[in-house]
């Protein structure tokens, strides 16, 4: 069956310090990836997607993920987190054949402490 | 206003009730889908359109939940006979193409009393 698992349901890191959520999938093929975080009162905002090429891609707001098939993984990381970026973010799959949907993991919720 | 919108914002109902959700995509975008999030969870699938027709619906929970896109452009949800197991926030994304970034609405809560 196809699935996204967050292993980290919470994580608090410090402002500064660096990050890493963790992203595993079950998928037939190499899948599209996607991290998309989500404000409270906000609507879901795309960081970054790899559908192939260069295994390290770069997103907005300061945010990487690195794509390894031999661990179905794409983690996400950022070097130096700000308070801004406390949030709840969601690693999905979706079809590289087409038929759009998405499979989103059940999400990890980020804490900032000052 | 280019982002996807939808109304309302907030729906409270009472168990048994029909609803209906609308969704505005962004203008131009052929594919249009609807997902729900339960509180604490991502959001799960319900249908997608691609134009006019479903090309997939294969997350409609059962057969209380159907969507329409007539024109290709605004998509309404509804859901008759609602149940307090309804309650979520349905969230709906439009993409211009089936493979590209989803650019997702706010969502509407839905409460079921």
């Known amino acids: 069956a196809q699935s996204v698992t967050q292993p980290d349901i919470h994580i608090t890191v410090s402002e500064g310090a660096s990050l890493e959520l963790r992203c595993n999938y079950s998928?037939?093929?190499?899948?599209?990836l996607f991290w998309y975080v989500q404000s409270p009162g906000q609507g879901l905002q795309l960081l970054l997607k790899?559908?192939?090429?260069?295994?390290l891609v770069q997103g907005i707001k300061g945010f990487e993920a690195e794509f390894k098939r031999s661990q179905s993984s794409f983690n996400l990381r950022k070097p130096s987190v700000h308070w801004s970026d406390a949030a709840e973010y969601f690693c999905?799959?979706?079809?590289?054949?087409?038929?759009?949907?998405?499979?989103f993991g059940q999400g990890t919720t980020l804490q900032v402490k000052p | 206003g280019a982002g996807v919108s939808q109304t309302p914002s907030n729906k409270v109902t009472e168990k048994g009730k029909y609803v209906e959700l609308r969704c505005d995509p962004i203008?131009?975008?052929?594919?249009l889908y609807w997902y729900r999030q339960s509180l604490g969870q991502g959001p799960e699938f319900l249908i997608y359109f691609q134009g006019t027709g479903a090309a997939d619906d294969s997350g409609l929970p059962n057969d209380r939940f159907f969507a329409v896109r007539p024109e290709g452009s605004v998509s309404t949800l509804k859901i008759q006979r609602t149940e307090r197991g309804d309650s979520a926030v349905y969230l709906c994304?439009?993409?211009?193409?089936?493979?590209?970034?989803?650019?997702f609405g706010p969502g509407t809560r839905l409460t079921v009393l």
């Open positions: 999905a799959v979706g079809n590289p054949r087409g038929g759009g949907k998405l499979i």
């Open positions: 203008s131009g975008h052929t594919a």
């Open positions: 994304a439009s993409s211009s193409t089936d493979v590209n970034e989803q650019f």
């Open positions: 790899y559908f192939s090429g260069d295994t």
């Open positions: 998928y037939g093929a190499t899948p599209y």
